[in-house]
């Protein structure tokens, strides 16, 4: 039996069941479409947030250590002149300790006994380490008679010491702004020996600057070897 064709009701029905799958397959199309794009968004943004705050990190860490590098640099800069500041002023009194000393020594060489007897222990010394038939004496015009009678004395020790003898002559030539002693040199001229206050003061404060600063300033920590 041959299907009959459908009616006009009929046929209009089937298109609206078909209008409304359609509609219903776009639908839920669309639905997967916005929840596929929202999963997507959502993922992008949060990308996009994270990269964002990476950036917003590092660029906070290295303003960090740019602060950080600047209050070192500041610290270590106000160290150092702290450090200045206090070697300058112990370089301060350890010169004026070395000037107390110098004005002492001029003092000694005012008392004629003292000073005598220092002139005399100072040629022999000399005497000895030239060992030289003929020396000439330096020292101050002020003092050539005190140290004609200290260089007999002297050439005595010097005889009785070595089994020697020695002549001398004496030179007035040193500065009178030295505070005293007296220069040797040999019959050559080539070797001199100093033997004035200034040069054993000078030599005393080279040989006994470290004990100084030690007694004065405590001992140094970053000194690891003493002589």
Known sequence: M????????????????MVAFIKQEALEKAREIKVKADEEFAIEKAKLVKQEQQAIDLQYEKKR???????????????N????RLLHRREEQVQELFETARSQIVTSAEDKARYSQFLEGAIVQGFLQLMEPKVTLVVREKDVELVQKAAE???????????RQV???IQGTLSDESSGGVKLINGSKRITID???????????????????RDLFGPN???????
């Open 2 to 17: 041959a299907a009959r064709p459908l009616n006009d009701d009929e046929v209009l029905s089937e298109m609206n069941k």
């Open 65 to 79: 250590k740019g602060v950080e590098v600047a209050q070192k640099i500041a610290q270590s800069n106000l160290t």
């Open 81 to 84: 002149k702290s450090r200045l």
């Open 153 to 163: 004395a002297a050439a005595e020790t010097y005889d009785q010491l070595s089994g």
């Open 167 to 169: 002549s001398f002559d």
């Open 195 to 213: 033997n004035t206050l200034d040069e054993r003061l000078r030599l005393l404060e080279d040989r006994m600057l470290p004990e100084i600063r």
């Open 221 to 227: 920590d970053n000194r690891r070897f003493y002589s």
